[in-house]
């Protein structure tokens, strides 16, 4: 797909700028990507638009000093970091990704429940395996500590004097992890088995309008390897990373999944039913029938975007999934029982299901440039999708996305699509992952440069110094600008932007400062700068004046 670069006037067109008198959001549309509640729909009066055009943005400079840096306007503060504990027996996981937020009473917003994926683990710092010099191979006991340290954490925080903090020790105060037995939710059995143990590579996710959490399986081939067929029918397995297979006889099918997790008791359950692949997200639209939309995306270069449609109310089982064909803008339904070249490669619709990338190239699905974050968003209604990069195309800065369902119908079989906003030089920023809307809806995002890559001389990425989050104005004056608003510490990038439902704070997490690190006594990085002298990815709350503004405007 060409990227072609648009002008700010063309951008806002297509962004969908508001005016006057128009109102926000249909009730029926869930903003469950980054974890916001419901946004009722409401009116911009004149007073508002005037405080819209005095509201300044300051553009922070892009800096690869190793601190969290904020514009004028913000402050944050930590709220939980690797290996702080959470109750008496158990500690917050490493490398932090997706947060959403649920409040235990719908009447408070200062108290409630924060999910926080656990992606990944740097041996290095987690389990002493030194990956880069140690001959000797990983013991089980250091696996075990990786096992661990993924998965996702389960907190309840409370604001108290303007500062979160998690509730130490509350019943609600859980771990998941890759030795956590999960249910498959499916008719089915997967290598043999209804129930899998454990859930890793924890990336995006999503809320169900249920309040329930959504943790979606990314690089799911890291520790257990994939299975490979040949053309013969013949498989192979392709090692993993991590070596968890050398431990634990667990097949690669039982991961790459979306798993939702019940606050209430941190039961899980996997679902077949939205395809296996490098699940980025999963953002969910609730039609007025209350079936269930879910947009997915495979975050790999030349994977696919994914949506599945329930056949019943609140059902992530029962449906159909399909795969954009953005070329010709139709969703391809994976359908064993109709699609003739399926059922002449497939046993079945849960091999389908389980070799979703195959079925989909079979089919002529769109190869996009890593599809990561998916938002929907809350005036129009079309959906944002995160291209990241690809390389082997050479967009090294990737763009986003915007998807226009046919007749504004979420369930329809054809959308228009367009790239609007490309990443590079002229915007200000490269390789978009993480995106969500603000209350007044803002468009925030977050950058994922890779630390290897970041900061080098003569390089694609070196004007954009450190990752970044930015937003994108929908009003005002500096509607349609990019504008850079934190950077991170060094290594580092922002994920799992999350606004709490009064708006008035943005959880963020800071994943795998220091990941450069080669030796743990001399780290990249230091951040958060606590006693251990040692990166501690962490989650962190930005408050200010700035972000209470951009979150209030329209309240009337």
């Not at 930005?542 to 209030?552: A, F, S």
Request: glycine fraction near 8%; proline fraction near 5%.
């Amino acid at each position: 797909m060409e990227i072609k670069k648009y002008s700010r006037k063309e951008f806002l067109s297509f962004l969908g700028k508001i005016s006057l008198g128009a109102a926000i959001t249909p009730s029926f549309l869930m903003a469950c990507g980054n974890g916001n509640p419901t946004i009722a729909s409401r009116e911009l009066s004149s007073k508002n638009l005037e405080e819209l055009k005095q509201l300044v943005l300051e553009n922070l400079v892009a800096s690869n000093v190793d601190d969290l840096l904020l514009t004028k306007g913000l402050e944050y503060h930590t709220i939980v970091k690797w290996n702080d504990k959470i109750n008496n027996d158990d500690s917050f996981g490493f490398n932090c990704d997706f947060t959403c937020f649920i409040p235990l009473d719908e009447n408070n917003p200062k108290d409630g429940l924060l999910w926080v994926n656990h992606e990944y683990v740097d041996p290095l710092f987690v389990s002493n395996y030194d990956y880069l010099n140690d001959k000797q191979p990983r013991t089980k006991e250091q696996v075990d500590k990786e096992m661990y340290n993924v998965g996702g954490s389960i907190v309840r925080i409370r604001e108290e004097n303007g500062k979160w903090r998690v509730v130490h020790n509350d019943s609600h105060n859980i771990r998941i992890t890759a030795k956590t037995p999960i249910k498959l939710n499916w008719e089915n059995s997967i290598k043999g088995k209804n129930t899998v143990i454990g859930t890793h590579s924890n990336c995006s996710g999503g809320v169900t309008p249920w309040k329930t959490f959504l943790t979606c399986e990314e690089n799911y081939d890291q520790f257990y390897g994939e299975t490979e067929y040949a053309n013969d029918g013949s498989t192979s397995h392709r090692k993993s990373f991590y070596g968890w297979e050398s431990f634990y006889d667990y097949p690669p099918e039982h991961y790459g999944w979306g798993v939702e997790i019940d606050p209430k008791d941190g039961s899980a359950q996997k679902h077949v039913a939205l395809g296996r692949f490098a699940h980025e997200c999963c953002t969910l639209f609730q039609l007025k029938d209350e079936r269930i939309v879910a947009y997915s995306g495979d975050d790999k270069e030349n994977e696919h975007l994914y949506k599945f449609i329930s056949s019943k109310p609140n059902s992530l089982k029962e449906g159909t999934l399909y795969v954009a064909d953005t070329d010709n803008g139709k969703w391809i339904p994976l359908d064993w029982e109709n699609q003739a070249v399926l059922k002449s490669t497939f046993k079945d619709q849960t091999e389908v299901l389980i070799r979703a990338r195959e079925a989909s190239k079979l089919l002529g699905a769109t190869e996009l440039n890593r599809p990561e974050d998916i938002e929907i968003d809350p005036v129009t209604g079309n959906i944002f999708v995160a291209l990241t990069n690809n390389k082997s195309k050479e967009d090294y800065h990737g763009s986003i996305l915007k998807i226009e369902e046919a007749n504004g119908n979420h369930e329809s079989s054809n959308f228009s699509s367009s790239i609007y906003m490309a990443g590079g030089d002229e915007n200000g920023f490269s390789c978009p992952d993480n995106l969500a809307f603000d209350l007044s809806g803002n468009l925030w995002m977050t950058t994922d440069m890779s630390g290897s890559v970041m900061n080098k001389e003569n390089g694609p990425y070196m004007p954009f110094k450190n990752n970044s989050l930015f937003v994108i104005p929908r009003y005002g004056n500096d509607a349609g600008k990019v504008i850079r608003v934190a950077s991170a510490p060094r290594d580092a990038e922002f994920t799992g932007p999350c606004f709490s439902p009064d708006g008035k704070t943005l959880f963020l997490s800071v994943q795998h400062p220091g990941e450069q690190t080669t030796d743990v006594n001399k780290p990249t990085s230091l951040w958060p700068f606590d006693e251990d002298n040692i990166p501690k990815p962490s989650v962190v709350a930005i408050t200010g004046d700035l972000i209470e503004k951009m979150n209030t405007l329209n309240e009337g």
